[in-house]
């Protein structure tokens, strides 16, 4: 009886901790402040030089770049330099090619065969 009621104790607390874990906030990338700016040249060089030192820098981070925009589009934009900034939600043009934009967003790879950096959940600001 005892072996029992420590089983579902543990089953139980193993339950709860499963369960606030898959449960927890998602990351609201537009509130946060962004914690390095850049411009998109010296992002994609910082890549394209070392890697791992970049992704320590940048990886997962909320980082806002400038740059030239290269390519527009409903949902994304692509800056000049190599940085392909997704879209939080499709925008009205709100750049254009060739504009020098501010974009703030999360750094989510390097592509090698494009040589760009990837962005998601951007915003023009």
Same mark, same amino acid.
């Given at each position: !009886?005892?072996?029992?009621?420590?089983?579902?104790?543990?089953?139980?607390?193993?339950?709860?901790?499963?369960?606030?874990?898959?449960?927890?906030?998602?990351?609201?990338?537009?509130?946060?402040?962004?914690?390095?700016?850049?411009?998109?040249?010296?992002?994609?060089?910082?890549?394209?030089?070392?890697?791992?030192?970049?992704?320590?820098?940048?990886?997962?981070?909320?980082?806002?770049?400038?740059?030239?925009?290269?390519?527009?589009?409903?949902?994304?934009?692509?800056?000049?330099?190599? $940085?392909?900034?997704?879209?939080?939600?499709?925008?009205?043009?709100?750049?254009?090619?060739?504009?020098?934009? $501010?974009?703030?967003?999360?750094?989510?790879?390097?592509?090698?065969?494009?040589?760009?950096?990837? !962005?998601?959940?951007?915003?023009?600001?």
């Amino acid at each position: !009886m005892k072996k029992v009621l420590i089983a579902v104790v543990l089953l139980g607390l193993i339950g709860g901790g499963v369960y606030l874990y898959m449960n927890k906030p998602h990351r609201d990338i537009d509130a946060e402040v962004a914690s390095v700016k850049v411009t998109s040249v010296q992002l994609g060089q910082d890549y394209r030089e070392d890697m791992e030192g970049a992704n320590a820098i940048y990886l997962d981070k909320v980082v806002e770049v400038t740059g030239i925009a290269a390519e527009v589009a409903d949902d994304h934009i692509l800056l000049e330099g190599g $940085t392909y900034c997704k879209l939080a939600e499709a925008q009205n043009k709100t750049a254009q090619a060739g504009d020098e934009v $501010t974009i703030k967003g999360r750094v989510v790879s390097f592509d090698d065969l494009f040589e760009e950096v990837r !962005m998601d959940f951007c915003q023009v600001l």
